[in-house]
């Protein structure tokens, strides 16, 4: 089975950003994800409104929220997958806090709360299930992130079994080298970089709309179970007209098992 998973941090929607704002990307934006023919879209940031306006450029797609009780001001890490590609079996959002299960909760120190969304899927003439993971850390404290991923490896541990093959994205807010990502592995070593299987020097995944970033690092991974052969990872740098969709490159994974 062939396929392919985007991960996209889509920048919430803030009139401030002026021509970037999201009235003036949510198509570009739309079209930039499906010129690539994927099957689950990941994405991070985006409130309510946005994500389901979001939804209805997609298409073929449907939003993973059946398990969630929005809450208006809260930003979100969101999954959207192919509608005929795959059978829901469970969904949940789980807080990045000491308390996982109560919606909004805020720990650590962290600036906003963060939470991760887990769907388990069953592609369609395959015995083989997904457990696809989505997050978004905290952007400020790095002690912060290694605790939010904590509960974030504690909380996957409750749910996955090996069995189903496992996905990790997010943004991380954090370079591969971080304190982050070497818990995230010593805890799952399952896991394999997608995007250091094709390319050795490291770039900026967020560019604040400017295509470039110096000071930044690849905070976006697309964590992906060994057991899943990669055949390609790349960010989307591509704009429309000159504008770019968002302020991180969407990261592009094909897989197939």
């Known amino acids: 089975m062939n396929f392919c998973l985007i991960s996209c941090n889509i920048r919430f929607d803030n009139p401030a950003d002026g021509a970037n704002a999201w009235p003036h990307r949510r198509q570009i934006l739309a079209q930039t994800l499906l010129k690539h023919h994927p099957d689950i879209i990941a994405t991070q940031e985006g409130r309510f409104n946005q994500l389901k306006d979001f939804e209805s450029l997609l298409g073929d797609f449907t939003i993973i929220d059946e398990h969630r009780s929005w809450i208006k001001e809260r930003m979100y890490p969101t999954i959207f997958v192919k509608k005929d590609r795959f059978e829901i079996l469970k969904s949940e959002d789980l807080w990045l806090s000491e308390t996982p ?104 995944s967020h560019h604040a709309f400017n295509g470039e970033c110096q000071n930044g690092s690849r905070i976006d991974w697309v964590m992906v179970d060994k057991k899943a052969k990669v055949e390609d990872c790349v960010m989307d740098k591509g704009t429309v007209d000159g504008r770019y969709p968002t302020d991180h490159f969407p990261i592009i994974c094909r897989l197939n098992f």
């Open 101 to 204: 299960g109560v919606a909004g909760s805020l720990s650590f120190e962290s600036m906003f709360p963060r939470l991760m969304t887990w769907v388990k899927l069953q592609p369609k003439n395959s015995e083989t299930n997904f457990f696809v993971v989505n997050t978004h850390l905290d952007h400020v404290k790095p002690q912060t992130r290694v605790n939010q991923v904590k509960v974030l490896i504690k909380e996957i541990k409750r749910f996955w079994n090996e069995n189903s093959l496992l996905f990790i994205t997010g943004d991380f807010n954090d370079s591969p080298q971080s304190e982050v990502r070497q818990t995230l592995l010593k805890e799952f070593p399952n896991l394999q970089d997608s995007w250091a299987l094709f390319h050795q020097i490291e770039e900026t």
